[in-house]
C-alpha cells in the first residue's frame, strides 16, 4: 500500500483527470440506461461476515428500488486489491469497494489515516457517531470533489482489535522486543513503535505459519478475524486491549452515485448505514460464542491495563504532518457528543 505523500499527490491528481473523463462516459450511459447493475467488491472471501451483510444489503436496495439497481458479487479479491476498487471508482467505473480509512487517506483526504490511530474511540458506540458526525462528513464531501469517490458508510465495525501470542501482554512493557506481525501501514507502525515490539511485516495469509514456526510470536485481530483465521490455535494466549475499532464500509464513483436518482441515493446511503450497524452487532454478539469457543480449544484470555496502553501510544496523534493534535481533540469531541 503506497504510503508516500508525494507520489499519493501526483497519483492523486491523475485519477482525477481520470474520473473527469470516465465520468463523462458514464454520465451518458447513465442517462441512456434504465437500470444500473453495480459491482461490490472485496477483499475478503463470501463467507466472512461483512460480506454477508453487504449481500442482504444489495438484497434489500434492489427491492427498495423496484429493480433499479441490481448488484453482482466479487468476494475474495476478485476486482483486484481495496486499493485497485479505489482506483477503479475514482475512474467512473460502476465498483462499490470495501475500504478502510487508510486506503482512503491516499486519495486526497490524509486526514483520514486519523480514524485508525489507538483509542480513538472508547467503544462502538462512540465509533458509530463519530462515523455519522459533520465532521467526518466534511471529509466525505473532500473526498468525492478531490477523487471522484463517494463514501456510502464506513460505519462497519467487525470488533475491537486484540493482541494474541505466545504469553500475555498485559502492560505495554510487556511488548518490548516481542516479534510482533505489523502490516507494512504508517498508522500500525506508528501505533506499536513506541511500544518497543520488533515489527515483522508478513502477508494476512502466512501468519498462521509464522506463528507456528515462530516467525513471529504475537499478532492482533478482531475475535472474529481471529477465528476465521485459527490463530488461535498456534497461539494460546489474547490479551483483550481493543486498541484498534478500524472504520471500514464502502465507496463508489460519486459520478455513478449522482447519476442514481435523488431518491435512489438515499436509499442507498440509508440501506449502507444500515449494514454497518447490524455488522456492527454481529460481532458483538459473536464476542462471548467465540471466546468460549476459544477457552475450550484452550486459548486463556488476559485483560490489558487499557489507560496504561493509552499513555504509551499518545504519541501516535503529534506523529502526523499531515493533521495537527486538535484534529485529534475535534474526533474525540464529535465521538463522545451527545447533541
Same mark, same amino acid.
Not at 4 to 21: E, H, I, T
Given at each position: 500500500?503506497?504510503?508516500?505523500?508525494?507520489?499519493?499527490?501526483?497519483?492523486?491528481?491523475?485519477?482525477?483527470?481520470?474520473?473527469?473523463?470516465?465520468?463523462?462516459?458514464?454520465?451518458?450511459?447513465?442517462?441512456?440506461?434504465?437500470?444500473?447493475?453495480?459491482?461490490?467488491?472485496?477483499?475478503?472471501?463470501?463467507?466472512?461476515?461483512?460480506?454477508?451483510?453487504?449481500?442482504?444489503?444489495?438484497?434489500?436496495?434492489?427491492?427498495?428500488?423496484?429493480?433499479?439497481?441490481?448488484?453482482?458479487?466479487?468476494?475474495?479479491?476478485?476486482?483486484?486489491?481495496?486499493?485497485?476498487?479505489?482506483?477503479?471508482?475514482?475512474?467512473?467505473?460502476?465498483?462499490?469497494?470495501?475500504?478502510?480509512?487508510?486506503?482512503?487517506?491516499?486519495?486526497?483526504?490524509?486526514e483520514f489515516s486519523i480514524l485508525e490511530g489507538p483509542f480513538l474511540t472508547a467503544n462502538n458506540q462512540e465509533a458509530e457517531r463519530l462515523a455519522?458526525?459533520?465532521?467526518?462528513?466534511?471529509?466525505?464531501?473532500?473526498?468525492?470533489?478531490?477523487?471522484?469517490?463517494?463514501?456510502?458508510?464506513?460505519?462497519?465495525?467487525?470488533?475491537?482489535?486484540?493482541?494474541?501470542?505466545?504469553?500475555?501482554?498485559?502492560?505495554?512493557?510487556?511488548?518490548?522486543?516481542?516479534?510482533?506481525?505489523?502490516?507494512?501501514?504508517?498508522?500500525?507502525?506508528?501505533?506499536?513503535?513506541?511500544?518497543?515490539?520488533?515489527?515483522?511485516?508478513?502477508?494476512?495469509? %502466512?501468519?498462521?505459519?509464522?506463528?507456528?514456526?515462530?516467525? !513471529? +510470536?504475537?499478532? =492482533? #485481530?478482531?475475535?472474529?478475524?481471529? $477465528?476465521?483465521?485459527?490463530?488461535?490455535?498456534?497461539?494460546?494466549?489474547?490479551?483483550?486491549?481493543?486498541?484498534?475499532?478500524?472504520?471500514?464500509?464502502?465507496?463508489?464513483?460519486?459520478?455513478?452515485?449522482?447519476?442514481?436518482?435523488?431518491?435512489?441515493?438515499?436509499?442507498?446511503?440509508?440501506?449502507?448505514?444500515?449494514?454497518?450497524?447490524?455488522?456492527?452487532?454481529?460481532?458483538?454478539?459473536?464476542?462471548? %460464542?467465540?471466546?468460549?469457543?476459544?477457552?475450550?480449544?484452550? !486459548? +486463556?484470555?488476559? =485483560? #490489558?491495563?487499557?489507560?496504561?496502553? $493509552?499513555?504509551?501510544?499518545?504519541?501516535?496523534?503529534?506523529?502526523?504532518?499531515?493533521?495537527?493534535?486538535?484534529?485529534?481533540?475535534?474526533?474525540?469531541?464529535?465521538?463522545?457528543?451527545?447533541?
Open positions: 500500500m503506497d504510503k508516500f505523500p508525494a507520489k499519493s499527490c501526483v497519483r492523486n491528481k491523475l485519477y482525477g483527470l481520470a474520473a473527469l473523463a470516465a465520468g463523462s462516459l458514464m454520465s451518458i450511459v447513465a442517462a441512456q440506461a434504465d437500470n444500473v447493475v453495480l459491482r461490490i467488491a472485496s477483499v475478503n472471501p463470501a463467507t466472512t461476515e461483512s460480506f454477508v451483510v453487504a449481500n442482504q444489503v444489495a438484497e434489500r436496495i434492489t427491492e427498495r428500488t423496484d429493480g433499479r439497481i441490481t448488484f453482482q458479487m466479487f468476494p475474495s479479491g476478485q476486482l483486484g486489491t481495496t486499493n485497485d476498487t479505489i482506483e477503479q471508482a475514482s475512474q467512473g467505473q460502476p465498483v462499490i469497494g470495501f475500504v478502510s480509512a487508510s486506503a482512503m487517506a491516499d486519495f486526497g483526504v490524509p455519522n458526525s459533520p465532521l467526518l462528513s466534511e471529509l466525505y464531501d473532500k473526498l468525492a470533489e478531490n477523487a471522484g469517490i463517494r463514501v456510502l458508510a464506513i460505519n462497519w465495525f467487525d470488533g475491537a482489535r486484540h493482541m494474541i501470542g505466545d504469553k500475555a501482554y498485559t502492560e505495554p512493557g510487556d511488548l518490548k522486543g516481542v516479534l510482533m506481525r505489523v502490516p507494512p501501514v504508517e498508522t500500525w507502525i506508528k501505533t506499536f513503535d513506541p511500544l518497543q515490539v520488533v515489527a515483522t511485516s508478513v502477508e494476512a495469509g %502466512e501468519v498462521y505459519s509464522a506463528l507456528s514456526q515462530g516467525v !513471529v +510470536t504475537a499478532a =492482533e #485481530a478482531p475475535l472474529t478475524g481471529l $477465528r476465521s483465521s485459527r490463530w488461535y490455535e498456534p497461539a494460546k494466549h489474547i490479551t483483550t486491549t481493543g486498541h484498534f475499532n478500524l472504520f471500514t464500509g464502502w465507496v463508489m464513483s460519486e459520478n455513478v452515485f449522482e447519476n442514481l436518482t435523488e431518491a435512489d441515493q438515499a436509499i442507498m446511503l440509508e440501506e449502507f448505514k444500515k449494514g454497518g450497524q447490524e455488522l456492527t452487532k454481529l460481532s458483538e454478539d459473536l464476542g462471548d %460464542e467465540i471466546r468460549e469457543e476459544f477457552e475450550a480449544e484452550g !486459548v +486463556t484470555f488476559h =485483560e #490489558a491495563n487499557i489507560d496504561a496502553y $493509552r499513555q504509551a501510544t499518545a504519541g501516535f496523534y503529534i506523529n502526523f504532518s499531515d493533521w495537527s493534535e486538535e484534529l485529534h481533540k475535534k474526533m474525540r469531541a464529535a465521538a463522545t457528543s451527545t447533541d
